[in-house]
């Protein structure tokens, strides 16, 4: 009986001796790597390394610090793990502080550095709060194409924004994480096979947002060479923080940490569990904004990721002189109402609650705020059969995402000498990316992230697309290569000017695979109502304007 136990024992160390041989193998300077075979859309074997270092473990005294390089490692590093990073949206607390890590997907059984291929990165969205790199943004899609394919990990909620507006925690450490992850891409993606010099990055939402960020940022700079902005631009009033160091605060004391000083702040609460800070975190989600930490303005200092205003910036023309396209869905507040749920808002009565917490009136006084909130319930609850989800939809279309991206847009455009693309997208196929989070939700219409599904394999998605979505994919994946490659987003037969800079928008109206026609609007979302409000974002861009 032993000799037969021996015999079978030996008999799958070979086997699982054959399948690590046979794994595939990259040498980096920190060490090597080992991945695994997995298959693509259409059945190619593609080499999946998931789960490299980056960055050190940002735990400890490294919390609430900017990132630093990842260790070397001897031996082999098994790169076949999933990480998520720490974060409380959701029904239950989940992930780990230690999630610093990117996954490279080559389309190679054995990766070859002679290959040379023009690489795409993506950076997750979820409000810079939660989700990961796996979450929507699988490679199967991509993996049928000769392109090397990175997505990351990075610090999530007050782990990686928390900010004491001061250089003891001056905060965008998630963005820092990104910035990492794009010079570790420098560096190291020849090794798979990869070209260095044609990095184009693109992220949805947050994820949307972080992109154009990194066209303002001098950690950022030579790092990559064409972007895209699927439903995010630094214009969107959701992602420069004004009041960072009220969200800390609050967090301090509900922590029970002093507040005197920043230094006896931040010192505390590294004291404390990430487990601890998260479930206070929750809580105190339940009585503010669910997204109460991101992107700020910090000050002066080596190593900051942002020290002005992405507005001020674009005024100066001193953003990166990099080809840039920006996109938006046709209705994007139909993900909001995610959180309207979540507030208990259902009729437009309940108005009043929705709009000071979504629309950021959060520094306002109570008398501007009962005073803009009339008017914008005059401006679209102004008909006599209003539809109360469908006016929510178009007032969180407009202000969170619409008009924001139609100011980007021709404000970048008028900045650089690199073209500028926008596009909207109203194609609904047969799955919608909401499903990941709203599975109930019935609707027949594109929104938030709908077009990233047709480069991104998710789990929403078929095991066989319909012969419409296998169209979409195809022209996604045209556009996207082909400015990959020559930084154009060309498609074949149709015309895509990019935008002119002026009052008016162009854009390409992605209707459905067959319908891709160049359509023009003087202000998306409504931007001329919204930009005369008296909101705390159209107050800082007047500051601005007033001192230059």
């Known amino acids: 009986m032993k000799v037969k136990l021996v015999i079978i024992l030996l008999f799958i160390a070979t086997i699982n001796g054959k399948d690590d041989l046979n794994a595939p193998q990259v040498e980096i300077p920190n060490g090597l790597l080992q991945g695994v075979h997995e298959q693509s859309y259409n059945g190619r074997t593609f080499s999946a390394f998931e789960g490299i270092p980056y960055a050190r473990p940002p735990v400890g005294e490294l919390r609430f610090e900017a990132p630093k390089e990842s260790y070397n490692w001897t031996g082999t590093w098994i790169a076949n793990t999933k990480h998520r990073c720490l974060q409380t949206l959701g029904p239950a607390i989940s992930g780990d ?20 291929l023009n690489v795409i990165v993506h950076i997750h969205g979820g409000g810079f709060a939660m989700w990961d790199a796996h979450f929507y943004s699988g490679p199967k899609y991509l993996m049928d194409e000769d392109v090397i394919f990175v997505t990351m990990n990075y610090r999530l909620g007050p782990f990686g924004f928390l900010s004491t507006e001061d250089k003891v925690a001056p905060g965008n450490n998630g963005l820092k994480d990104q910035a990492l992850s794009l010079k570790w891409i420098q560096k190291n993606i020849k090794f798979f096979g990869g070209n260095p010099d044609s990095v184009t990055i693109t992220g949805m939402s947050a994820g949307s947002a972080s992109v154009h ?11 990559f060479h064409a972007g895209v902005s699927q439903s995010g631009t630094v214009m969107d009033p959701w992602v420069i923080r004004h009041s960072p160091l009220k969200s800390t605060v609050r967090l301090a004391e509900n922590a029970g940490c002093p507040t005197e000083t920043s230094r006896e702040l931040v010192d505390c609460l590294k004291s404390r569990s990430g487990t601890k800070i998260a479930e206070i975190l929750k809580s105190q989600e339940s ?41 938006v869905t046709e209705r994007e507040g139909l993900f909001m109402l995610l959180f309207a749920e979540a507030m208990s808002v259902t009729a437009e009565q309940d108005i009043e609650k929705f709009l000071p917490q979504l629309l950021h009136f959060s520094d306002a006084d109570d008398g501007l705020q009962e005073s803009e909130i009339h008017k914008i319930k005059e401006h679209y609850f102004n008909k006599a059969t209003t539809d109360f989800t469908e006016t929510f939809i178009d007032i969180t279309s407009d202000r969170f995402f619409l008009a924001g991206a139609d100011a980007a847009a021709k404000l970048q455009a008028r900045a650089n000498k690199s073209p500028v693309y926008f596009y909207k997208f109203g194609y609904r196929g047969q799955h919608s990316l909401v499903e990941l989070v709203l599975p109930n939700a019935k609707h027949t219409v594109a929104t938030h992230g709908d077009d990233c599904q047709y480069y991104l394999h998710s789990a929403a998605a078929e095991d066989k697309l319909s012969e419409s979505d296998e169209k979409m994919k195809s022209v996604f994946s045209q556009w996207l290569l082909n400015y990959a490659e020559t930084r154009k987003p060309s498609i074949k037969g149709v015309e895509w000017n990019p935008v002119s800079g002026g009052d008016i928008l162009e854009f390409l109206y992605i209707e459905n695979p067959d319908s891709l026609f160049m359509d023009e609007v003087e202000g998306l979302g409504d931007s001329s ?20």
């Open 97 to 116: 502080e230690d999630c610093l890590y990117l996954n490279v997907y080559v389309p190679r059984e054995n990766p070859s550095p002679s290959d040379n």
């Open 213 to 223: 960020l990194h066209y303002f940022s001098p950690l950022s700079k030579g790092t």
């Open 287 to 327: 009585q503010e904004s669910p997204v109460s930490f991101g992107p700020v303005v910090e000050p002066e200092h080596d190593g900051a990721f942002l020290t002005q205003h992405p507005y001020k910036m674009l005024l100066d023309k001193t953003v990166a002189d990099v080809p840039w396209v920006v996109s």
């Open 529 to 548: 109502f919204w930009n005369n409000l008296s909101l705390k974002d159209n107050e800082v861009r007047q500051r601005i304007r007033d001192e230059l």
